[in-house]
């Protein structure tokens, strides 16, 4: 599968589990779980747009999917040690949810790079 249709597919289910994620924070004893959903739909329409700019070249292919696979990661841990903490009390690792969000961070700054560097040519 080409990684733009990965990182595709890949938003579809985080706009999916922030829709969820707003709805257990709207109706249930869970208000920290909003920060879950907002990352997560945050990241949905970014790597949406990730996914095309990369694909319409312009972007530097390689880091765009490097900043892409980080911000995956960080997504995942940053709402999953979230929710996990706020539906059990348990957390995924020590210091998930911050190493997500560095992760994050460090994702949009490659992102950043990867806008400047000149795209190869084939």
Known sequence: MR???ALAAVAAL???AGIGLLALAAHGKWPTIDYAAIMALAHAPA???????RRA??????LALTAAVL??????????DVT???L???HLFPMAAPTGGSL???AWLLLAVAALLPVPRP
């Open 3 to 5: 990684p733009d249709r």
């Open 14 to 16: 985080f706009g999916a």
């Open 47 to 53: 790597l949406l747009a990730l996914a095309a700019a």
């Open 57 to 62: 070249g312009l972007l530097h292919p390689a």
């Open 71 to 80: 911000l995956v990661l960080a997504v995942a841990l940053f709402s999953g």
């Open 84 to 86: 996990l903490n706020a």
């Open 88 to 90: 059990t009390g348990g």
């Open 104 to 106: 994050a961070i460090g």
